[in-house]
């Protein structure tokens, strides 16, 4: 019976979200296995409670690790509906399409990205072949795209400078390909290891070192990246990194490079940076920037208006930060 209505559930719901639905079930599930040896409905009750009270998801439920924390403690955290009640309340949707178009939002936070860039809509294949042949190695990005997806790099030395066409690619952008920092560049080579930096109304709340792995130009979560807390006062990592099924690293697992106790280069550019561009984007008070870090400069590669509440010291420290947003709330206020 339950088979049947679970079916007929889904059916009602559009192919994406039903995928998306099924993968996160079963990641709910296999995290039962793990952590209630199997006690599903017990889980599942009190993963409806959370929901019902806290505003918790399914990740939410393990990733905060609220089977083990008591109802004061689970009360600290953003979870999934609280996030998106602060997303509706201080962020401003009329710059939600911006924030989501690669081509629009690199020209609204020009000053702020320490990159050359073309929008491949916009240009003919001359003009593409001279970007690439000045850089030699550039970055595609799809201008919608989400969480590293359909990202690749283009290398005049493997493709040649004419292999490409710019007609085949006009929902793409193609940018300079950033040279980070040596000392984050030795944990990962194949990607671009970047900070994702929490702000609301102004104010960081949260910051984290994201590194991929196995071969991967992005370093994002879902695209089998780790991700580790960063002491707002120190600009070190201080946490275990963990990816997308929450086991944790004390190195990385390719490279073998320590990833606790990094202090991340030009910290101090970093938070001068992302307070500079938040008052650039006043009307989106609560974001997640990523920031590349070079060896001289720091550069802002996006600005994501849900900016993953899970992304932060929430799940690598086990630190809500419910009560932080709270506290900026009152004191804006007065």
């Given at each position: 019976?339950w088979?049947?209505y679970?079916c007929?559930l889904?059916?009602?719901i559009d192919g994406?979200?039903r995928?998306?639905?099924?993968?996160?079930?079963?990641?709910?599930?296999?995290?039962?296995?793990?952590?209630?040896c199997?006690?599903?409905?017990?889980?599942w009750?009190?993963?409806c409670?959370?929901?019902?009270?806290?505003g918790?998801?399914?990740?939410?439920?393990?990733r905060?690790q609220?089977?083990?924390?008591?109802?004061?403690?689970?009360?600290?955290?953003?979870?999934?509906?609280?996030s998106?009640?602060?997303?509706r309340?201080?962020?401003d949707?009329?710059f939600?399409p911006?924030?989501?178009?690669k081509?629009?939002?690199?020209?609204?936070?020009?000053p702020f990205?320490?990159?050359?860039?073309?929008?491949l809509?916009k240009?003919?294949d001359?003009?593409?072949?001279?970007?690439?042949?000045?850089?030699?190695?550039?970055?595609m990005?799809?201008?919608?795209?989400s969480?590293?997806?359909?990202?690749?790099?283009?290398?005049?030395s493997?493709?040649g400078s004419?292999?490409?066409?710019?007609?085949?690619?006009?929902d793409?952008?193609?940018?300079?390909?950033?040279?980070?920092?040596?000392?984050?560049?030795?944990?990962n080579?194949?990607?671009?290891?970047?900070?994702?930096?929490?702000?609301?109304?102004g104010?960081?709340?949260?910051?984290?070192?994201?590194?991929?792995?196995?071969?991967?130009?992005?370093?994002?979560?879902?695209?089998?990246?780790?991700?580790?807390?960063?002491?707002?006062?120190?600009?070190?990592?201080?946490?275990?990194?963990?990816?997308?099924?929450?086991?944790?690293?004390?190195?990385?697992?390719?490279?073998q490079?320590k990833?606790?106790?990094?202090s991340?280069?030009?910290?101090?550019?970093v938070?001068d940076?992302?307070?500079?561009?938040?008052?650039?984007?006043?009307?989106?008070?609560?974001?997640?920037?990523d920031?590349?870090v070079?060896?001289d400069?720091?550069a802002?590669?996006?600005a994501?208006?849900?900016p993953?509440?899970d992304?932060?010291?929430?799940?690598?420290?086990?630190?809500?930060?419910?009560q932080?947003?709270?506290?900026?709330?009152?004191?804006?206020?007065?």
């Open positions: 019976m088979n049947d679970w007929f889904m059916s009602l994406n979200t995928t998306l639905i099924h993968e996160r079930f079963e990641l709910f599930n296999s995290n039962t296995k793990r952590y209630f199997g006690k599903y409905l017990h889980a009750l009190d993963e409670f959370s929901f019902l009270v806290f918790a998801s399914p990740d939410d439920y393990y905060y609220f089977f083990k924390k008591s109802f004061s403690e689970r009360n600290q955290f953003i979870t999934f509906l609280r998106k009640r602060i997303i309340k201080y962020n949707t009329s939600f911006m924030m989501n178009d081509r629009l939002l690199n020209a609204f936070l020009e990205l320490g990159r050359e860039w073309l929008d809509s240009v003919d001359d003009a593409f072949h001279a970007f690439l042949a000045k850089y030699g190695r550039i970055i990005k799809p201008y919608g795209g969480g590293g997806k359909g990202i690749f790099i283009v290398d005049i493997e493709t004419s292999q490409i066409r710019v007609s085949d690619y006009r793409y952008i193609a940018e300079e390909l950033l040279h980070q920092h040596p000392d984050l560049e030795r944990l080579p194949s990607s671009v290891n970047t900070l994702r930096v929490m702000t609301f109304q104010e960081i709340i949260s910051a984290t070192l994201k590194v991929g792995q196995h071969g991967a130009v992005v370093d994002n979560m879902c695209s089998n990246g780790l991700y580790g807390n960063i002491d707002l006062e120190t600009g070190i990592t201080d946490s275990y990194f963990m990816d997308i099924g929450l086991s944790l690293y004390e190195r990385h697992p390719e490279t490079e990833l606790i106790g990094i991340i280069p030009n910290w101090s550019m938070q940076t992302v307070k500079q561009a938040a008052q650039l984007l006043e009307k989106v008070q609560y974001v997640g920037w920031v590349a070079l060896k400069r720091v802002i590669i996006e994501n208006e849900a993953g509440h992304l932060s010291i929430q799940s690598s420290k086990q630190q809500g930060l419910y932080k947003i709270k506290t900026i709330e009152q004191l804006h206020q007065r």
